[in-house]
């Protein structure tokens, strides 16, 4: 008796886990079981990291869009691996995806982690709105609106975690656990889409693990 009635308990926190929306993500099992379209990259296991996967360097942007998972509002988690390579590491998560040209991104620029002066540093995180609210619009337009340093930052040649919140009018980003957000802005749209990817930029490659989605 008492184990049946274990078993009904975990039964039911198995389904209010469901309820509340909230999904993990074992990206390597998405890779083999074919749960993620590739767009402009060739995606692959991340060889000696379980549960990893990686987007290869190529021109132009690289998605990679997660078929399973359906998102519009509350908070994504993941591990993101760039590199110190300047102008050549840009690394973070699209949402609100419409097609390969139209989404919401989150991205980091690593190579700015470890910048001294502090013009780069102020490039260390970005918000995006793509096709018509690129990185160079909004620094152009609206400097150091949607962009910002991260005190203290990541170390550029490893493993970080990213937090972001989405809500229907705002995006925040918290890095390695912090509780308070390095980048909090407007979001630039009002298209709807529960579609979110892995993203990389222009000649960037990109490795990612341990996703958790919790879906408001």
Known sequence: MRLRILGSVFVFFCMTMLSFGQQKMNLET????????AVNR???LYENHEGAVEMNAAEGDGLAVLKEIAFETGTIEVELLGGNNPGRSFIGLAFNIQDEETFEAVYFRPFNFVATEQARKDHMVQYVNHPEYTWYKLREERTME???EIPPPPDPDD??????KVSGTSVEVMVEGKTEPVLKVERL?????DKIGLWVGNGSSGRFRNLHIHEE
Do not use: D, G
Request: charged fraction near 20%; hydrophobic fraction near 45%; charge should be positive.
């Open 30 to 37: 998405a890779f083999q079981e074919q749960q993620i379209k």
């Open 42 to 44: 060739t995606l692959s």
């Open 146 to 148: 949607f962009e910002n």
């Open 159 to 164: 493993w970080f975690k990213a937090i972001i």
């Open 189 to 193: 749209t009002s298209l709807k889409s």
